[in-house]
């Protein structure tokens, strides 16, 4: 798909967003606006393809061939304690934590290479039959999203897909779901190229509300225009939202409030 059409899509969700939130006799969908209580340093190389805090660690997968790598991170200062390459034909994505591993996509390989969780070590990998976006574990299933407007659900141990749902807003497909995260069960997806993040009932793919994002991507410094907003982390230890961007140097710690 051309960027233009990208941008024409992602542009008729904002304004279907900013319609809903105008129109409370209906009150489905929540708006949500933000206030950054906390910054932290990002490196403005890092391509962020997926996001996630685990027992008080940072983890990190970056994309872009022959730059993409797995990293666990300090989150107060950003320096890197672990990190792992991938090849150089592999473009990575997504990341999520299973257990005592660490899943990877990939964009247009297809495969999803599993690592251990504290060495980093390689310990399997699958075949995944649609592009890789952003992956994340609701405790019992990989979730993941392909571009599409699905979400694609996984048993982590076999790799077999159980079931798949649609992803809609007052009955209209959202596509370009990007990074995924769970959070008290709900899936929580960047929407690409927007400064959107959409929450969704993962049962029946209905976005309840929507969190607007504007304007912070003008609080950091951005290493170019590929430096949209990607990357949701949730530190259920410390009950605190993180958010990012590709190529952005900030990762910001965000506290939300319904739109009224």
Not at 108 to 133: A, C, I, Q
Request: aromatic share 10%; net charge negative; glycine share 10%.
């Amino acid at each position: 798909m051309m960027h233009a059409q990208i941008h024409l899509t992602v542009r008729r969700l904002l304004l279907l967003v900013l319609f809903i939130g105008s129109c409370g006799a209906r009150g489905e969908v929540v708006i949500y606006d933000y206030t950054v209580v906390n910054t932290y340093p990002h490196n403005t190389r890092y391509f962020t393809q997926g996001l996630l805090v685990h027992e008080g660690h940072l983890y990190e997968g970056t994309g872009r061939y022959g730059e993409s790598a797995l990293l666990q991170m300090r989150l107060q200062d950003g320096a890197v304690i672990k990190r792992k390459a991938l090849g150089n034909r592999y473009f990575g994505e997504g990341i999520t934590v299973a257990g005592d591993r660490i899943y990877q996509l990939t964009w247009r390989e297809n495969m999803v290479f599993v690592h251990d969780l504290e060495t980093f070590d390689s310990v399997d990998s699958h075949y995944l039959p649609t592009e890789g976006w952003g992956v994340t574990f609701d405790g019992e299933h990989l979730i993941i999203s392909d571009g599409s407007d699905r979400l694609f659900f996984y048993d982590p141990d076999g790799f077999q897909e159980v079931r798949q749902v649609a992803v809609t807003i007052e009955g209209r497909p959202v596509r370009f779901l990007n990074e995924l995260e769970y959070i008290n069960g709900e899936v929580w997806a960047n929407v690409w190229t927007s400064n959107e993040i959409v929450r969704i009932d993962p049962l029946t793919g209905e976005i309840l509300s929507v969190i607007d994002l504007r304007g912070l991507r003008q609080q950091t410094e951005a290493g170019s225009s590929d430096a949209v907003l990607n990357g949701i982390a949730w530190d259920a230890d410390n009950n605190r939202l993180l958010v990012t961007g590709k190529l952005w140097a900030h990762i910001f710690e965000i506290e939300l409030h319904q739109r009224h």
